[in-house]
């Protein structure tokens, strides 16, 4: 697993749901009792997280933003963070493995 197999799961996700409005977010992810905004926050959380934690930093919470469409440019971000902090083999495949199943879910 490379960085290479985690930027393809982004750029996969972000064509299919880099137009969305607000509300197309705003809309009940079946299965689940959250939004579409709030499962990629949550993801946007983790990936914060495992930079975090590869960096040997301590967490901080992303701020969930009134605009859901900026959760996109919230991925773009925490991806490239956890790209610097040159995380294990591991935390890469689990990143993209979350991030594919998102998308499949959406």
């Not at 440019?73 to 199943?101: F, G």
Request: charged residues 25%; proline residues 6%; negative net charge.
């Amino acid at each position: 697993m490379s960085t290479a197999t985690l930027d393809q799961a982004l750029e996969r996700f972000i064509r299919q749901v880099g137009h969305w409005e607000a509300p197309r977010w705003a809309a009940i992810l079946d299965g689940t009792h959250g939004t579409r905004g709030d499962a990629l926050h949550a993801l946007v959380m983790w990936i914060a997280d495992a930079a975090a934690d590869a960096e040997g930093e301590p967490r901080r919470a992303v701020p969930r933003l009134p605009n859901d469409p900026v959760l996109v440019d919230q991925l773009r971000v925490v991806i490239a963070d956890l790209r610097s902090a040159n995380p294990s083999e591991a935390v890469l495949a689990e990143a993209a493995d979350r991030l594919t199943s998102l998308r499949h879910m959406f």
